[in-house]
């Protein structure tokens, strides 16, 4: 199994690690909720991740959980504005900009690390896997707790992230859709699982390899025992067949 993030994983009879993979699209008032994946930023301080984008990508950090592009409070850290030229820290998507580093960070094919902390009214952001390590933006303010995290691409790209969940495994809601139905695709990987439960599985834990922009739909057909899974970067349909059913991520 591929371990996106040394040094954290549990080591049983095999390496243990997860983290969520996120497919952000190119409408850029389109914002993925990781509550939606199950991750909240109550109670924590930091999270590291990876990105592979051409940019710009914001990670915006708010008390609400429906996201605001507008109102100061809602702060963001942004990499790969200005055509890649540039990263920062806002008090909004659309607001006033703090402390600019000047340096293409993004890379279109390639997963980049990240980091950001926000302890006591410190905001940073750097580069790299290690938290207080490669700062490249640092904004104070006063101190404030934070609940929920988007993510946001948008303005005409797209962006694959991979956030890391250290040990934790979260818990997150899917939706069997009415019907008989399966994914259809040019990209659609299938599988052999004992269950529905094996399936959803196979489409949450995924790697750079596999899945590398992460999976909300997956299908099962209960007769014959196969998974199907996509990779939410890639086109697909439904199409109507009998014994097959599916699942998406509300």
Same mark, same amino acid.
């Given at each position: 199994m591929e371990t996106p993030w040394t040094g954290i994983c549990a080591f049983l009879l095999f390496e243990v690690c997860f983290s969520l993979r996120v497919f952000t699209s190119t409408i850029s008032n389109q914002a993925f909720p990781l509550?939606?994946?199950?991750?909240?930023?109550?109670?924590?301080?930091?999270?590291?991740?990876?990105?592979?984008?051409?940019?710009?990508?914001?990670?915006? !950090?708010?008390? &609400? $959980?429906?996201? $605001?592009?507008?109102? @100061?409070? =809602?702060?963001?850290?942004? !990499?790969?504005s200005g055509g890649n030229a540039r990263s920062e820290i806002r008090s909004a998507v659309f607001g006033p900009l703090y402390d600019p580093h000047y340096e293409?960070?993004? $890379?279109?094919?390639?997963?980049?690390?990240f980091w950001i902390r926000w302890k006591g009214g410190m905001l940073e952001l750097g580069k790299g896997s290690e938290f207080g390590t490669d700062r490249i933006s640092l904004h104070t303010i006063a101190p404030v707790e934070f609940n929920?995290?988007?993510?946001?691409?948008g303005w005409g790209k797209t962006g694959c992230w991979d956030v890391d969940t250290g040990l934790t495994m979260l818990a997150s809601t899917w939706k069997k859709l009415p019907g008989n139905t399966k994914l259809f695709g040019a990209k659609v990987f299938g599988y052999h699982t004992r269950s529905?439960? &094996?399936?959803? !599985?196979?489409?949450?834990? =995924?790697? &750079?390899? @596999? !899945?590398?922009?992460?999976?909300? &739909?997956?299908?099962?057909?209960?007769?014959t025992k196969q998974c199907l899974v996509v990779d939410e970067s890639d086109d697909v349909i439904l199409v109507d067949e009998a014994s097959w059913k599916t699942w998406k991520l509300m």
């Open positions: 509550a939606r994946k199950g991750l909240t930023v109550t109670n924590i301080t930091q999270l590291r991740f990876k990105l592979k984008a051409c940019g710009p990508a914001h990670l915006i !950090l708010q008390k &609400e $959980d429906r996201v $605001d592009f507008n109102t @100061y409070g =809602s702060w963001t850290f942004v !990499l790969g293409a960070l993004l $890379d279109c094919n390639e997963f980049r690390p929920y995290a988007f993510l946001v691409t529905p439960k &094996e399936c959803n !599985l196979k489409c949450v834990i =995924s790697t &750079e390899d @596999y !899945l590398p922009c992460g999976c909300v &739909e997956y299908s099962y057909n209960k007769l």
